[in-house]
T-cell receptor, first 114, second 114 residues
Framework: SQKIEQNSEALNIQEGKTATLTCNYT??????LQWYRQDPGRGPVFLLL?????KEKRKERLKVTFDTTLKQSLFHITASQPADSATYLC?????????????FGQGTTLQVKP | NAGVTQTPKFRVLKTGQSMTLLCAQD?????MYWYRQDPGMGLRLIHY???????AKGEVPDGYNVSRLKKQNFLLGLESAAPSQTSVYFC?????????????FGEGSRLTVL
């Protein structure tokens, strides 16, 4: 079965730096990969989706890359701010299932210090 | 638009008791999902539905039942609660079933089984 690993449970960086979060997967390559943000006590909120034929996707200070050879996605937050502190989840689809089911990683908690 | 609404938000049960979690969405989404989230485990899919009147098992369905009698509602039932079902439960919905549609999550229902 598909396995997803996100780098270290916690990541601490200084305000203004670029945060880089990693999502590695095994077995099959998904057609889509999504990133979500989750604040304490809240439900996950969708951030970005990248397709297997896309190398990179950007949205404001966020950038996602997708390397199907390495079976890895990188999630970057540039010019990070304390308000970016949250847990970030990557999620993969199940190809050809047509059910919209996603498999989630365990998440990386980002702490941005002022 | 309220989005995805879960009730109740908190509940404490004794072992063996039963209860139902209600999820309601006002976005006219076809697909709905129930996930549970436990520390270090990430989100795991319990059951899902691809349309009114349909349900299917996810990754961890044992001990749970679901019903989708109306398109906007997805109910998760625990017939005989066990301490292992202590968790945070999230309902989600989406418009598409191919994995390229974002999931909209509720705020979660925190269940403790004593």
């Amino acid at each position: 079965s598909q396995k997803i690993e996100q780098n270290s449970e916690a990541l601490n960086i200084q305000e203004g730096k670029t945060a880089t979060l990693t999502c590695n997967y095994t077995n099959y390559s998904p057609a889509y990969l999504q990133w979500y943000r989750q604040d304490p006590g809240r439900g996950p909120v969708f951030l970005l989706l990248i397709r297997e034929n896309e190398k990179e996707k950007r949205k404001e200070r966020l950038k996602v890359t997708f390397d199907t050879t390495l079976k890895q996605s990188l999630f970057h937050i540039t010019a990070s701010q304390p308000a970016d502190s949250a847990t970030y989840l990557c999620a993969l689809d199940i190809p050809q299932s047509n059910t919209g089911k996603l498999i989630f990683g365990q998440g990386t908690t980002l702490q941005v210090k002022p | 638009n309220a989005g995805v609404t879960q009730t109740p938000k908190f509940r404490v049960l004794k072992t063996g008791q039963s209860m139902t979690l209600l999820c309601a969405q006002d976005m006219n989404h076809e697909y709905m999902y129930w996930y549970r989230q436990d520390p270090g485990m990430g989100l795991r899919l319990i059951h899902y539905s691809v349309g009114e009147g349909t349900t299917a098992k996810g990754e961890v369905p044992d001990g749970y039942n679901v019903s989708r009698l109306k398109k906007q509602n997805f109910l998760l039932g625990l017939e005989s609660a066990a301490p292992s079902q202590t968790s945070v439960y999230f309902c989600a919905s989406s418009w598409g079933g191919t994995g390229n549609g974002e999931l909209f999550f509720g705020e979660g229902s925190r269940l403790t089984v004593l």
